[in-house]
């Protein structure tokens, strides 16, 4: 069995495997420049080299997996279930209904741009644009209503 005894073996292992994977995060597929050695928590291997903020993604989301969802379904393993994500989220829901929530965020984001873009909106819409905020807030919620009914 060959463990890393200490810190300065782990940094030597750690460059070794950074120069192997052209210091190329294997999840992000971005360049790392924060490097952390990734491992498994439950057999203790290490697997390669991720940047600092893959690692800490991934180790969340192992550790939502054990809290949520393998003490329910232990036979899904969890790249069973990220294949699934998968699946599910490339699905087209285009032709579905829209959550109540997203038309206010809609509006809030619409009242966060600047007033010349708030105009622009509502004039190539076809719509006179109102004096005050307020006004154009509404004008572009019945906007997106009327658009998606």
Known sequence: MKILKNQKELKKYR???????DY???ITGAKITNASLDHSHSTGFCRKVLSREANLFLGKLENAYIRYIK?????????QLLNNIIIYLEQDYTGNYYHPGYLKTMVN???RLEVKFQILVLKEAGIEPGKNLLIRAKQYKK???NENS
Request: glycine share 0%; charged share 30%.
């Open 15 to 21: 460059e070794q495997l950074l120069n192997k994977q």
């Open 24 to 26: 190329l995060d294997p």
């Open 71 to 79: 003490w329910k379904y232990p036979d899904l393993s969890l790249s």
């Open 109 to 111: 984001k619409f009242k």
């Open 143 to 145: 906007l997106i209503i």
